[in-house]
Structure formats: C-alpha cells, structure tokens
C-alpha cells in the first residue's frame, strides 16, 4: 500500500510571528491560505484558513508573501511604552482598583489624580526617570504637590511619599505585565525601577501604657458607649480599628467564643478567625444583651444610620475626647493603632505564627520591624535566665 502523495505547499514570514502557509486543496486544488490571527480581547490566537479563490501557484506564494509582511508590519507599528501615564493610570483604576478595599480605592484614585497632574497628560510611562523621582519626594515633601482633595499645604513624612511611590510603581509593574489585547504588552520594563524610596530614619511608633488605657476606658461611656466597647475588643483582639468598627454580629460566635475577620474589612484583604479572650466575650455579651440586635446587624451602629457602621473620623474623634476627658496630654503618633503595637509587644513570647494569626498579620517581619517594641522587664528577665555556654572537653 503506497502513501497518500503530499500536495504543494509555501510558507512565507516567521512562525509565532506573522507565518503564513497556503496549500493547495487535495479535492478541488484550490489554494487555501492558513495563519493565526489574535483574538480580541485575549492574549490567546486562533488558526484560521480563507480560500484565494484559484488555482495560481506564483499568485498564491505573493499573496502569502504579501499578508506575512503586513502582519509583521502591523507588529512592528505598535512599539511598547508609547501609552501615557494618564492612559496608564485610567485603564489601572479602571481594572485592578475595584477589586480593592475601600480605602485602597480612595487611595488608588488620589494617587491617579497626583501623579496625572504632576506628570501632566501628555508624559509617556517609558520617559519618566529617577530625575522625576527626586523631584516628586522633594515637592511632595514641602507640600507643593499633593492630593486634590487636601487644600492645605503641608509637610508630608517620608512614610507617606513611601506609600504614594509605591502606587506608581505597582502600576508601572503591572503594566509590564498587562497585555494589550494584541499579543504585546503596555510597558516593556519599569522605569523606576529599584530607585530607592525615602525612608523614616526615627519612625514614630509610640507605645500605649496600660495605665493610658486604664484611664481612656473609665471615661469612655461619657464619650459614647460604642467607644468602650471599641476600646476593649481593640485591645483585646489585637486588630485595626478599621476592622473592629466592621464587624458584625454573625461574625461572632460567643458561644465558642470566636470571631471571624472578613476580607472585605481587611487591609490585606486576610480572612481569618480568631479565639475572643474572655474580658471581649464579657463585653460583647453585655452589650447584646442591652441592644438585643442579632444576624447581620453592625456591633458598632453609626448613631446617625444604624445601617451603617461607625465612620474612622469618628472613632478617631472619641478617642481625642477620651484623651480630654480623662485629662490626659496628646502624644503625636499615638492613636487607635497604638493598641495594636500593645497586643503584639505584650504576646512578643508566643510564637510568631500565632500571633500573626491572633493579630491578623500576614508576615512575622511586619511584627518584629513594626509593632513590637522592646521593654526594660522582658530585657532583664532574659538576663536572669542566661544560661552560660559549656564545651565538652574544651578548657
């Protein structure tokens, strides 16, 4: 038995490129073309055959030769990095900032409307440069360039333009990353990257005393009672205040005394559960028992809309009247996230992967650089429990 003879064939440009094959038809010996052509919308690409209508070897090998180079042609016309940032920035908070927290949106969106203005409609992403950067950091630091929203000129912390350039780079990152819907890419490289973003040389992280505490606690039902309660499960769970005022009571489980942390309220968007120690179910307890509220009912109520939970500006606000009240002298830097630093230093002996879990963390590095701070007692006890190092057979 003899083989089916192969029939005529030609193929023009490069494959993965803009090849292009057409063959004669082994029925009818019309001249078939066959390439891939980019499917809208996706990176992926699909074989697709058309018929040339004849017979005609030559025409058929200039035909291919033909559309292979203005595949190629139409590859070339689209070089990469050409988008401006303003059109880099739209498409990013148009498809990568909904699916953030609300916080992080307000703060992707601010970052757009800065940098859109700093940089100025017209300014390619490939064309900004480490120049840019220094210049940013300097008028971003003396207050002459800053978030719309902010009327006020003044002097922002090197954290602060940390966290703003880490939005630019994210987005330039990405769209490294992103395609085009045409088999290439937004931006070939970042180019800032690896620049060195300003750092806090004294960062501010101060302590909450327990005695400070103690002191806010007692006076918080002249606040507001909502802010007792805020204060108690803060410190007890170790958790952003932004996630204690959003929780809800079907999140609670006093009976195995457990409450869950969802993603929605997260900064890390990190859900987890938790154990609640016994002075938290105490007061959650009371507090069900006087409001008698249930399911997905705010522990925390707006006392303006129950359907909504406490505002941050106005649980910052108590905290300053607590202050007040309990006639007590602000110290800068210490606020709500204070009593976060206090649950990790005070569980700095356990080990790192429960406390991590306990306070919501998702590296231990944040704890150790940014949360627990060393104290004179543990420093001392550790001393007394030195154990003096012995070799065997060594003198």
């Not at 090998?61 to 042609?73: L, N, P, R």
């Not at 630093?341 to 919501?360: N, Q, S, V």
Request: glycine fraction near 6%.
């Amino acid at each position: 038995m003899t083989s089916a003879k192969k029939g005529w064939s030609y193929c023009s440009g490069e494959r993965g490129r803009n090849r292009v094959r057409v063959y004669e038809d082994n029925r009818t010996g019309i001249i078939l073309a066959e390439f891939y052509e980019r499917v809208a919308g996706s990176t992926k690409s699909k074989r697709k055959r058309v018929s040339l209508g004849h017979r005609d070897r030559e025409q058929a090998k200039q035909q291919a030769d033909d559309m292979a180079s203005g595949f190629g042609k139409r590859k070339q016309a689209r070089p990469l990095g050409n988008i401006t940032l303003q059109q880099l920035f739209d498409i990013y908070c148009r498809e990568v900032t909904p699916e953030k927290a609300e916080s992080k949106r307000r703060h992707d969106r601010a970052c757009a409307e800065m940098f859109g203005r700093f940089f100025g409609s017209e300014r390619t992403a490939k064309s900004v440069c480490g120049r840019d950067w220094d210049r940013f950091i300097r008028e971003r630091r003396n207050g002459k360039i800053r978030p719309a929203k902010k009327v006020k000129a003044s002097r922002v912390r090197d954290r602060q333009i940390a966290y703003d350039l880490k939005w630019l780079l994210s987005v330039l990152n990405w769209a490294t990353r992103a395609g085009d819907g045409e088999g290439g890419g937004l931006l070939d490289k970042n180019p800032l990257k690896k620049l060195p973003l300003p750092t806090e040389k004294n960062a501010r992280r101060p302590l909450i005393t327990q005695a400070r505490f103690e002191a806010m606690l007692e006076v918080a039902d002249t606040v507001d009672w909502r802010l007792k309660v805020a204060l108690s499960l803060a410190n007890e769970t170790g958790h952003r205040i932004g996630a204690v005022r959003k929780l809800r009571w079907s999140d609670i489980d006093l009976r195995s005394q457990t409450v869950r942390w969802r993603a929605s309220s997260d900064k890390r968007s990190h859900e987890h559960s938790t154990p609640l120690s016994d002075a938290a179910t105490a007061v959650l307890m009371e507090v069900q028992r006087r409001s008698l509220t249930i399911g997905e009912a705010w522990i925390l109520p707006s006392p303006k809309a129950a359907s909504r939970p406490c505002s941050r500006h106005l649980v910052k606000n108590w905290w300053y009247r607590a202050e007040t009240a309990a006639e007590l002298e602000h110290v800068n830097g210490l606020g709500w996230h204070s009593l976060r630093r206090k649950f990790a230093t005070e569980l700095k002996e356990i080990p790192l992967k429960d406390l991590c879990e306990l306070g919501g963390w998702k590296s231990h590095e944040t704890i150790l650089r940014c949360y627990q701070s060393a104290d004179e007692d543990t420093m001392r006890e550790a001393l007394k429990t030195r154990k003096t190092l012995r070799v065997v057979g060594a003198k």
